[in-house]
């Protein structure tokens, strides 16, 4: 069992940065695929990024050079810096803990999000 709590989230101006963070509780934390998601209202949750226990990462194409996604084993925590925000990166961002992939159907466990609010 895996419990995820985000923080980090706020309201920011288009071209500002954020930081989010997500505490993992188990033991098992390292053994799991990271990832952020997010849903705007009225959309669908969408990938942002993962990243596996030896590092490696993936992004969604809209992400790149703007997210960086990191992961502290030692802390069970995974981040995701988030610079040259847009009024379109406006969404609930999620951490979640899975196997693999870029589907939400590949994670077990959520955390209850935070609000990223990013103004025009």
């Known amino acids: 069992q895996v419990q995820l709590v985000e923080s980090g989230g706020g309201l920011v101006q288009a071209g500002g940065s954020l930081r989010l963070s997500c505490a993992a509780s188990?033991?098992?934390?390292?053994?799991?695929?990271m990832g952020w998601f997010r849903q705007a209202p009225g959309k669908e949750r969408e990938f942002v990024a993962a990243i596996g226990w030896i590092g490696e990462i993936s992004y969604a194409e809209a992400m790149k050079g703007r997210f960086t996604i990191s992961r502290d084993n030692a802390k069970n925590t995974v981040y995701l810096q988030m610079n040259s925000l847009k009024p379109e990166d406006t969404a609930v961002y999620y951490c979640?803990?899975?196997?693999?992939?870029?589907?939400?159907?590949?994670?077990?466990?959520w955390g209850q999000g935070t609000q990223v609010t990013v103004s025009s």
């Open positions: 188990g033991r098992t934390f390292r053994t799991y695929v």
């Open positions: 979640a803990a899975g196997t693999y992939g870029s589907t939400p159907e590949n994670y077990d466990y």
